[in-house]
T-cell receptor, first 109, second 113 residues
Framework: KNEVEQSPQNLTAQEGEFITINCSYS?????LHWLQQHPGGGIVSLFM???GKKKHGRLIATINIQEKHSSLHITASHPRDSAVYIC???????????FGKGTKLSVKP | NAGVTQTPKFRVLKTGQSMTLLCAQD?????MYWYRQDPGMGLRLIHY???????AKGEVPDGYNVSRLKKQNFLLGLESAAPSQTSVYFC????????????FGQGTRLTVV
């Protein structure tokens, strides 16, 4: 079983919809990261959180440490949000990251 | 501010050839990493460095070597390329604390034929 599981693997939405991507992990962590990767592009950090909730624009990330679960929400989705969203957890004394396989999001106009 | 820069961006190698991928960061970060990304899999750690002159093995180190002679540069070498090393390679850097944001390069698409 992978240490970091994301769901769904693929997601198609209509512009304006509220989107939720889930991440579950099975190991002890010090922090959880959400990353975004556009087609053919690099990887950009969206959030790093170890408790509670963070918001940046239309993106919201939450984490429940007891349940070992995090969610990434996108409000009022837009075609430019189409990308792969990657969850990664930090563990160990140096905080090395373990990555999920990603969720491919496609937002249709 | 360039951030993390990888060179080259694309490369095709023949089996058995060698090459070096260069990662350069201008943020004075202590930690640097090399990952590979393959279809249907999450990024996997090849090697990493927690400071100038240090390197350590990650999850999939076989067939690769690294060097960190200068703090800003982290080199990934393939001594004898194999088709199994066809992948997209990403470099990343972080400040020298455990829980800090990671900054990634744009990736290098390597094909070994």
């Amino acid at each position: 079983k992978n240490e970091v599981e994301q769901s769904p693997q693929n997601l198609t939405a209509q512009e304006g919809e509220f989107i939720t991507i889930n991440c579950s992990y099975s190991v002890g962590i010090s922090a959880l990261h959400w990353l975004q990767q556009h087609p053919g592009g690099g990887i950009v950090s969206l959030f790093m959180l170890s408790s509670g909730k963070k918001k940046h624009g239309r993106l919201i990330a939450t984490i429940n440490i007891q349940e070992k679960h995090s969610s990434l929400h996108i409000t009022a989705s837009h075609p430019r949000d189409s990308a792969v969203y990657i969850c990664a957890v930090a563990r160990g004394s140096q905080g090395n990251l373990i990555f999920g396989k990603g969720t491919k999001l496609s937002v249709k106009p | 501010n360039a951030g993390v820069t990888q060179t080259p961006k694309f490369r095709v190698l023949k089996t058995g050839q060698s090459m070096t991928l260069l990662c350069a960061q201008d943020m004075n970060h202590e930690y640097m990493y090399w990952y590979r990304q393959d279809p249907g899999m999450g990024l996997r750690l090849i090697h990493y460095s927690v400071g100038e002159g240090t390197t350590a093995k990650g999850e999939v180190p076989d067939g690769y070597n690294v060097s960190r002679l200068k703090k800003q540069n982290f080199l990934l070498g393939l001594e004898s390329a194999a088709p199994s090393q066809t992948s997209v390679y990403f470099c990343a850097s972080r400040p020298g604390d455990r829980d800090t944001e990671a900054f990634f390069g744009q990736g290098t698409r390597l094909t070994v034929v």
